[in-house]
């Protein structure tokens, strides 16, 4: 974009670029399609950093008088100055005494930037939230105008919360106090010292790129997906192929390129050419997990021909599927879909003939995706939740789903050969159980001559003479010849029998990537189906359902012992945020269609589980309310006709000082889900802006809540009003949209942002409660990305419900390390006076 005079009027009118070297910004600026920042050490009458953003054709600058900070905790004034040209992001010297800003000028930074909100509407409100790339400064920041009356324009330079900040004060100053670009210091610069010649590096079989000057990012526990005899289904969930290879995780950095194997062996060496392809990507460094393949067949990924591709030394292939740090960024937190989309931006400019591939992907259509994989002989997928963490252990968020059985195996001895020149007839295999080795069997097929050459010849180092099994048939034991089972075989297999022994085993290769103690029989998971209506003796988690046949959902026939079954499988989730609080029960004895009505007061003779408490009400008499305080205590109220758990916001260990904030977003008939969502982004924006953190859940009914988790500090007159104040605020500024009272009559055609759930004796709906609507709907907390993409706030009935039990919690992960602090209500009273 062209730079108009009258931009830069400021800085040329206070310049004489007759005495400064100092560009003059009449030159073309030059763009290199990322907006790039500057930081400039500054010694002039008082020694500050300069800060320049580009934008709109000019860099925007601020002094900071002490230097920035990576401490969260720190806030650095910073002056707005005049825009400065885009060439004086280059510009290192003296200015010469008597100009303007006469002093030392030492190129201290430089990198580029991303805005994290609209930039535009950010400068005119007075906050700028980005994400540095530099050298030095990285990761998340952000600039705050103060409201004064001085003359000048305040604002404060502040290092946000992420994997990049820094608990000392002057970290970043007093560790970096030379130019990046000379390598001098203030000193030689004033003195005219020539630029600092780089030091030849040592020659490497693979340099890094350029742009590799962060720290190798360090090998990690990778994540596993759980065997599965089913395909889930949904938009929440994407299916990948499932490669037939060795799984590994790049670490790229300025300590090189490191290839590290599932249980955390240096490769590198292993496998020809990726170590110099990986040095091709436009990164500072990364941590990418993916898996080694051969596809030297034509024919997709193959195990055997990946072992002859490693054996004499050709080239292999890295199939990418996931990303984990990016330029010293932790991305483990993000959303998988969001990961995957960062890591196709990464892979997105390299040539065409890498070995390095993206791993492509199909949102929903599971069994379709299965089906298709299966028809071209395929080994599986691989289905993933698509808001999931990267959890670096086996979950139910990553779910393997197989075309044929293969397993690893550990091979504990094996039987003779009467073949003439053959060294053994089969191997005797077994894995793990309960730190035992369980014969499972022998494997015979397969094996061709160089496969028998090279197991001979490990089997040899590893005779013992006792079995290493807990038992072994008779007539196999009798011949056996025993191994050290420390040796890992790949096999495929047709079935396992009812003895648990396998049928038919295939060999496909030695798997030295695996150690024999990670080795374990899979078992599939069972899917999740709706709870059969009675479960063997009528009993769930030890409680005694009576009348479990008993319609309850009379729309889809759900009985009572469906309710009961499903309380039992969420009971542990469900202890966690409705446990030791006091609890309203909706109850409906006669099923939905029935009189309904609720119950806060223990009566006698409630069943183990359900405890009490005793509260002062507001008229002075006290009374016991319910407390749920053991997982068979939400079975225990199903029994009882329960259909609904209404928690208090806090808990009866500190019952006057709330844990959390609940916005409750009711909307008036006829209003469109999406507008639900709009009020739900807008008040998490609000309270982004003062400092809390917030997470959604649809309720299972209209509505969404908005969730602030807190530490227990403040008291319930200081969290009310609190919440009053942020849900007026809202309704003010949108009085066409919301409404903040409870008046019907105001509610026509708006959203009630109901802020009483936070005042004391009120109560919201627990999460993972099942509603007593039609559909039995249960109310889910979801992440902001899939609160996106659904279409009713009662998209999780019963069997969808069961299946996020599997998957992290996203409230559950959300710590309370947050609260009604001092500087939050300050920067909602300015927010409110803007």
Same mark, same amino acid.
């Given at each position: 974009?062209?730079?108009?005079?009258?931009?830069?009027?400021?800085?040329?009118?206070?310049?004489?670029?007759?005495?400064?070297?100092?560009?003059?910004?009449?030159?073309?600026?030059?763009?290199?399609?990322?907006?790039?920042?500057?930081?400039?050490?500054?010694?002039?009458?008082?020694?500050?950093?300069?800060?320049?953003?580009?934008?709109?054709?000019?860099?925007?600058?601020?002094?900071?008088?002490?230097?920035? =900070?990576?401490?969260?905790?720190?806030? !650095?004034?910073?002056?707005?100055?005049?825009?400065?040209?885009?060439?004086?992001?280059?510009?290192?010297?003296?200015?010469?005494?008597?100009?303007?800003?006469?002093?030392?000028?030492?190129?201290?930074?430089?990198?580029?930037?991303?805005?994290?909100?609209?930039?535009?509407?950010?400068?005119?409100?007075?906050?700028?939230?980005?994400?540095?790339?530099?050298?030095?400064?990285?990761?998340?920041?952000?600039?705050?105008?103060?409201?004064?009356?001085?003359?000048?324009?305040?604002?404060?330079?502040?290092?946000?919360?992420?994997?990049?900040?820094?608990?000392?004060?002057?970290?970043?100053?007093?560790?970096?106090?030379?130019?990046?670009?000379?390598?001098?210091?203030?000193?030689?610069?004033?003195?005219?010292?020539?630029?600092?010649?780089?030091? @030849?590096?040592?020659?490497?079989?693979?340099?890094?790129?350029?742009?590799?000057?962060?720290?190798?990012?360090?090998? +990690?526990?990778?994540?596993?997906?759980?065997?599965?005899?089913?395909? *889930?289904?949904?938009?929440?969930?994407?299916?990948?192929?499932?490669?037939?290879?060795?799984?590994?995780?790049?670490?790229?950095?300025?300590?090189?390129?490191?290839?590290?194997?599932?249980?955390?062996?240096?490769?590198?060496?292993?496998?020809?050419?990726?170590?110099?392809?990986?040095?091709?990507?436009?990164?500072?460094?990364?941590? #990418?997990?993916?898996?080694?393949?051969?596809?030297?067949?034509?024919?997709?990924?193959?195990? $055997?021909?990946?072992?002859?591709?490693?054996?004499?030394? +050709? *080239?292999?292939?890295?199939?990418?599927?996931?990303?984990?740090?990016?330029?010293?960024?932790?991305?483990?937190?993000? *959303?998988?879909?969001?990961?995957?989309?960062?890591?196709?931006?990464?892979?997105?400019?390299?040539?065409?003939?890498?070995?390095?591939?993206?791993?492509?992907?199909?949102?929903?259509?599971?069994?379709?995706?299965?089906?298709?994989?299966?028809?071209?002989?395929?080994?599986?997928?691989?289905?993933?939740?698509?808001?999931?963490?990267?959890?670096?252990?086996?979950?139910?968020?990553?779910?393997?789903?197989?075309?044929?059985?293969?397993?690893?195996? #550990?091979?504990?001895?094996?039987?003779?050969?009467?073949?003439?020149?053959?060294? /053994?007839?089969?191997?005797?295999?077994?894995?793990?159980?309960?730190?035992?080795?369980?014969?499972?069997?022998?494997?015979?097929?397969?094996?061709?001559?160089?496969?028998?050459?090279?197991?001979?010849?490990?089997?040899?180092?590893?005779? &013992?003479?006792?079995?290493?099994?807990?038992?072994?048939?008779?007539?196999?034991?009798?011949?056996?010849?025993?191994?050290?089972?420390?040796?890992?075989?790949?096999?495929?297999?047709?079935?396992?029998?009812?003895?648990?022994?396998?049928?038919?085993?295939?060999?496909?290769?030695?798997?030295?990537?695996?150690?024999?103690?990670?080795?374990?029989?899979?078992?599939?998971?069972?899917?999740?189906? @709706?709870?059969?209506?009675?479960?063997?003796?009528?009993?769930?988690?030890?409680?005694?359902?009576?009348?479990?046949? +008993?319609?309850?959902?009379?729309?889809?026939?759900?009985?009572?012992?469906?309710?009961? $079954?499903?309380?039992?499988?969420?009971?542990?989730?469900?202890?966690?945020?409705?446990?030791?609080?006091?609890?309203?029960?909706?109850?409906?004895?006669?099923?939905?269609?029935?009189?309904?009505? /609720?119950?806060?007061?223990?009566?006698?003779?409630?069943?183990?589980?359900?405890?009490?408490?005793?509260?002062?009400?507001?008229?002075?008499?006290?009374?016991?309310?319910?407390?749920?305080?053991?997982?068979?205590?939400?079975?225990?109220?199903?029994?009882?006709?329960?259909?609904?758990?209404?928690?208090?916001?806090?808990?009866?260990?500190?019952?006057?000082? *709330?844990?959390?904030?609940?916005?409750?977003?009711?909307?008036?008939?006829?209003?469109?889900?999406?507008?639900?969502?709009?009020?739900?982004?807008?008040? !998490?924006?609000?309270?982004?802006?003062?400092?809390?953190?917030?997470?959604?859940?649809?309720?299972?009914?209209?509505?969404?809540?908005?969730?602030?988790?807190?530490?227990?500090?403040?008291?319930?007159?200081?969290?009310?009003?609190?919440?009053?104040?942020?849900?007026?605020?809202?309704?003010?500024?949108?009085?066409?949209?919301?409404?903040?009272?409870?008046?019907?009559?105001?509610?026509?055609?708006?959203?009630?942002?109901?802020?009483?759930?936070?005042?004391?004796?009120?109560?919201?709906?627990?999460?993972?409660?099942?509603?007593?609507?039609?559909?039995?709907?249960?109310?889910?907390?979801?992440?902001?990305?899939?609160?996106? &993409?659904? =279409?009713?706030?009662?998209?999780?009935?019963?069997?969808?419900?069961?299946?996020?039990?599997?998957?992290?919690?996203?409230?559950?992960?959300?710590?309370?390390?947050?609260? #009604? =602090?001092?500087?939050?209500?300050?920067?909602?009273?300015?927010?409110?006076?803007?």
């Amino acid at each position: 974009m062209a730079v108009s005079a009258k931009r830069l009027a400021d800085y040329a009118a206070k310049r004489d670029f007759s005495k400064t070297a100092e560009p003059s910004g009449d030159s073309p600026p030059k763009t290199s399609g990322r907006p790039v920042f500057v930081v400039q050490k500054h010694d002039a009458r008082r020694l500050h950093y300069d800060f320049r953003l580009e934008w709109d054709g000019v860099l925007l600058s601020w002094a900071v008088t002490k230097g920035p =900070s990576a401490d969260p905790s720190v806030k !650095r004034l910073a002056v707005r100055t005049e825009d400065h040209p885009l060439d004086y992001g280059s510009f290192e010297g003296t200015i010469p005494a008597k100009q303007y800003g006469a002093g030392t000028v030492m190129l201290w930074d430089q990198g580029w930037w991303q805005p994290q909100d609209d930039f535009a509407e950010g400068l005119k409100s007075g906050k700028l939230k980005f994400v540095l790339h530099g050298q030095r400064m990285q990761g998340k920041w952000t600039l705050v105008r103060m409201h004064t009356k001085e003359k000048r324009e305040n604002w404060l330079l502040i290092k946000e919360h992420d994997s990049l900040e820094e608990d000392t004060e002057d970290g970043l100053i007093e560790r970096y106090d030379t130019s990046i670009a000379t390598g001098r210091s203030m000193v030689d610069i004033a003195a005219g010292k020539a630029a600092a010649k780089p030091k @030849p590096k040592k020659p490497s079989k693979a340099k890094a790129k350029p742009g590799f000057n962060l720290a190798t990012p360090k090998f +990690r526990k990778p994540q596993l997906a759980k065997l599965s005899d089913h395909v *889930p289904e949904g938009d929440d969930w994407l299916h990948e192929t499932k490669f037939d290879g060795y799984r590994c995780l790049a670490a790229l950095g300025k300590g090189g390129t490191k290839l590290y194997t599932r249980s955390g062996l240096d490769w590198t060496d292993r496998y020809a050419g990726l170590d110099e392809a990986f040095a091709e990507l436009d990164c500072r460094s990364a941590l #990418i997990d993916g898996e080694v393949v051969s596809v030297s067949n034509g024919k997709g990924s193959n195990f $055997s021909a990946l072992q002859r591709d490693l054996e004499q030394g +050709r *080239p292999v292939i890295f199939m990418a599927f996931d990303l984990l740090e990016l330029d010293g960024e932790k991305l483990d937190k993000r *959303p998988l879909i969001e990961r995957k989309e960062a890591l196709a931006s990464l892979l997105a400019e390299q040539s065409k003939d890498t070995p390095i591939r993206y791993s492509e992907h199909v949102v929903g259509h599971g069994p379709e995706v299965f089906k298709a994989i299966e028809k071209a002989g395929g080994e599986g997928i691989i289905s993933k939740a698509c808001d999931s963490v990267y959890a670096g252990s086996r979950s139910g968020s990553w779910l393997k789903i197989k075309t044929r059985l293969r397993q690893e195996f #550990i091979v504990g001895g094996y039987s003779p050969s009467q073949a003439k020149g053959r060294p /053994f007839a089969s191997l005797l295999v077994g894995s793990l159980e309960n730190g035992v080795l369980r014969y499972r069997g022998r494997v015979g097929g397969g094996l061709g001559e160089r496969d028998l050459d090279k197991l001979s010849s490990l089997m040899g180092t590893r005779t &013992r003479q006792t079995s290493p099994f807990d038992e072994v048939p008779a007539d196999i034991a009798r011949a056996a010849h025993w191994l050290t089972p420390d040796l890992v075989i790949e096999v495929d297999y047709a079935e396992l029998t009812d003895q648990g022994s396998i049928r038919h085993g295939i060999f496909r290769g030695v798997r030295e990537d695996k150690e024999a103690s990670m080795v374990k029989l899979e078992k599939p998971d069972m899917p999740k189906e @709706p709870a059969t209506s009675e479960h063997e003796d009528g009993s769930f988690l030890g409680v005694r359902i009576s009348h479990p046949d +008993r319609v309850v959902f009379a729309d889809n026939g759900y009985t009572k012992g469906d309710v009961a $079954s499903y309380y039992a499988k969420a009971a542990e989730r469900m202890l966690g945020f409705a446990g030791n609080r006091p609890v309203s029960l909706l109850r409906c004895p006669d099923g939905t269609d029935g009189d309904c009505f /609720f119950q806060k007061h223990a009566g006698q003779g409630f069943p183990d589980g359900i405890g009490s408490v005793d509260i002062e009400e507001s008229s002075g008499k006290t009374e016991p309310y319910m407390v749920i305080e053991k997982p068979e205590g939400f079975v225990a109220a199903a029994q009882m006709g329960s259909i609904e758990f209404h928690i208090w916001g806090s808990r009866t260990d500190a019952l006057e000082k *709330p844990d959390r904030l609940v916005f409750d977003l009711d909307p008036d008939e006829g209003l469109d889900f999406a507008e639900v969502k709009t009020a739900a982004k807008q008040l !998490r924006k609000m309270l982004a802006e003062i400092g809390l953190d917030s997470l959604p859940m649809v309720t299972g009914g209209k509505g969404v809540h908005v969730i602030v988790p807190l530490r227990r500090i403040a008291e319930w007159e200081t969290v009310a009003f609190f919440a009053r104040t942020i849900a007026t605020h809202l309704a003010e500024r949108h009085p066409d949209r919301y409404v903040a009272t409870m008046s019907k009559a105001k509610r026509k055609g708006k959203i009630f942002i109901d802020w009483l759930r936070n005042e004391r004796g009120a109560t919201a709906v627990a999460p993972y409660s099942i509603r007593a609507r039609q559909g039995a709907p249960v109310a889910i907390p979801v992440t902001w990305p899939q609160l996106a &993409r659904l =279409s009713s706030a009662n998209s999780f009935e019963i069997p969808k419900a069961l299946k996020r039990l599997d998957l992290p919690c996203p409230l559950q992960a959300m710590a309370a390390s947050q609260s #009604i =602090s001092h500087s939050v209500v300050e920067a909602l009273e300015k927010l409110i006076n803007r």
